[in-house]
């Protein structure tokens, strides 16, 4: 994480998010020096066990392991597999002070991890003497259970202050399948970027004051250092007044209304942290497409200028030669006038050559700005180079099972691609849609074609222009894997983005079609 440490320049970032024209008149070198002072959450990935329990209904018995962070930590888990959803329940024991681990940490938050690597709240862990229970549900088919050190209950990404994680139990002859997936966490020391010299220091707990309240005074804390108070001004100024709140319930004799009142602070901060970090990389993304187009513009200009260069090198090319024939045919009286001509060639092709060198340079400086997209693509989503043009690769697990309807997590996805692509001039989508050949082919081939058009309906809702977009369905006909076993048949239900165009060099229909 950066952070913006200058109100100026903080203004005219904030200026810029509003769609002001302040960085007009900027270079691309100027608007990356910005960039520099922008916060930004850069997560970590680390493999976590995923269990799944679709294959049938029933009740499954693992264990929990402690982590070299709480090595005399352990648990029971059960999961009861239902049709749409898993019930289920966690005891834990021996598991340390939050604050053992670092100053910045208050409590324990339970996560559930889907096949793509993202972590969902489950809820708090709440200890008594280092043993504590939770009883949940989660509508994940598949997923691994852990256990991290928060800040706050309220977190919407795991920290890597990983203290339990579900492992198979070598005396249960009943286990769900076991795979294991890259997950995304925020690094451990993280939550302290930002902070002033000593601020981050244990908590002294006073006898008698709800564990929320401090998890409050934490999360205004943490959304200080995020300039939350800047980017999400009226969230964090709730999250003072709920906070203020709890503490005049708690004071005046109220412990149940106070905590009500601080987990609610707790809330509404995690949320405005949340959209603090979204707003922040928004205006990031905004400024590398600024960035971008003053590239163009520039490699543009410099294009057109040696194309100048070079007809003007021909030209006077052609008329040295035309100058060195007439000298031949009049060679006794017109010596001076060929030697000038002789030495008029030499520099117009001296011209040709450094005109070609610039033509040469644009040529780099666009495939930099083609590898600059697919960076920033497969942030978001895995991106193969294709001759085709790149092709962004949505899983199955994005909708829910025999539906096109989006997820909320999907429409985040598409979201951030619709705002990387908005710097990528003249990108054209095309939306394709795939299915496995489990049940009727028709149905496959209708169910391929509503969620490519749903995807392409909300790149368009997202700002892209409706001409740049198409969508095309292909129901079980066109196979990545064999659909004979589980895995082959989760590779072939996906949704793809076969983007293309002149900044990528390629366009849908190319040699590289399947």
Same mark, same amino acid.
């Given at each position: ?30 608007m990356q020096a910005q960039l520099e002072v922008l ?16 294959? &049938? ?11 070299? $962070? ?16 898993n019930e289920i329940d966690l005891r834990v024991k ?36 280092? @043993? ?15 256990? *991290? ?17 579900? %492992?198979? #139990? ?38 008698? %004051? ?23 001004? /009226? ?6 007044? $709920?906070?203020?709140? &709890? ?9 149940? +209304? ?55 090198? $021909? ?11 007439? +000298? ?15 030495? @008029? ?5 001296? /011209?040709?050559? /450094? ?19 697919? /960076?920033? $693509?497969?942030?978001?989503?895995? *991106? @193969? ?12 697990? #994005? ?15 598409? +979201? ?30 209708? #169910? ?5 058009? +749903?995807?392409?309906?909300? #790149? ?22 064999p659909n004979n076993t589980r895995e082959g048949r ?7 983005? %076969? ?16």
């Open positions: 994480m950066r952070l913006v440490r200058n109100s100026l320049i903080y203004g005219a970032l904030c200026l810029a998010a509003a769609g002001g024209g302040i960085f007009a008149q900027e270079t691309a070198e100027q916060y930004e959450l850069r997560p970590s990935v680390t493999p976590v066990r995923v269990y799944s329990y679709a294959i &049938a209904e029933g009740t499954f018995q693992l264990g929990m392991q402690g982590s070299d $962070l709480a090595r005399g930590a352990n648990g029971e888990l059960r999961i009861r597999s239902r049709v749409n959803y021996g598991l340390p002070a939050a604050q053992s681990i670092g100053p910045e940490f208050l409590t324990y938050v339970v996560w559930a991890i889907s096949p793509s690597g993202l972590g969902t709240n489950l809820g708090e862990l709440s200890l008594e003497r280092g @043993e504590g229970r939770l009883r949940t549900q989660t509508d994940l088919q598949s997923f691994g259970l852990i256990v *991290t050190a928060e800040p706050f209950y309220a977190t919407t990404t795991p920290s890597d202050t990983v203290v339990l994680e579900n %492992v198979t #139990l070598a005396s249960e002859k009943r286990s769900p399948a076991l795979t294991s997936v890259e997950t995304r966490f925020i690094p451990r020391g993280q939550y302290k970027v930002g902070a002033e010299l000593g601020e981050v220091k244990p908590f002294t707990f006073e006898a008698g %004051v709800p564990l929320d309240i401090y998890q409050a005074r934490n999360a205004l804390l943490i959304g200080k250092r995020t300039r939350t108070d800047r980017f999400v001004p /009226e969230g964090y100024q709730s999250g003072q007044a $709920l906070l203020a709140k &709890a503490e005049e319930l708690y004071f005046s004799g109220d412990a149940k +209304a106070s905590t009500a009142k601080a987990r609610e602070a707790v809330q509404v901060m995690g949320d405005a942290i949340q959209l603090s970090l979204e707003r922040q990389d928004k205006l990031r993304s905004d400024l590398i497409s600024r960035a971008a187009d003053d590239r163009v513009r520039r490699a543009t200009a410099t294009a057109e200028d040696a194309e100048r260069r070079m007809k003007n090198a $021909l030209e006077k090319q052609a008329a040295a030669e035309k100058a060195t024939h007439e +000298a031949e045919q009049k060679r006794a009286a017109a010596e001076d006038a060929m030697r000038l001509a002789v030495e @008029e060639r030499r520099r117009a092709q001296q /011209e040709a050559i /450094e005109a070609r060198e610039v033509a040469q340079k644009l040529v780099q400086e666009q495939r930099q700005l083609r590898d600059l997209l697919v /960076e920033r $693509l497969n942030r978001v989503l895995s *991106t @193969e180079d294709t001759d085709r043009g790149l092709v962004v690769k949505l899983s199955d697990i #994005l909708f829910d099972p025999g539906k096109f309807t989006l997820k909320p997590e999907t429409k985040v996805l598409l +979201a951030r691609i619709a705002g990387i692509l908005s710097w990528a001039p003249g990108i054209t989508v095309q939306v394709e849609g795939h299915t496995d050949n489990t049940g009727d082919a028709a149905k496959n081939q209708q #169910l391929s074609e509503q969620r490519a058009a +749903a995807v392409g309906n909300f #790149l368009v809702e997202q700002g892209m222009p409706a001409s740049n977009i198409s969508s095309v369905g292909y129901g079980e006909s066109r196979p990545i894997a989760d590779q072939n239900r996906r949704v793809e983005l %076969v983007l293309s165009g002149e900044m990528i060099g390629a366009r849908v229909g190319g040699s590289g079609q399947p």
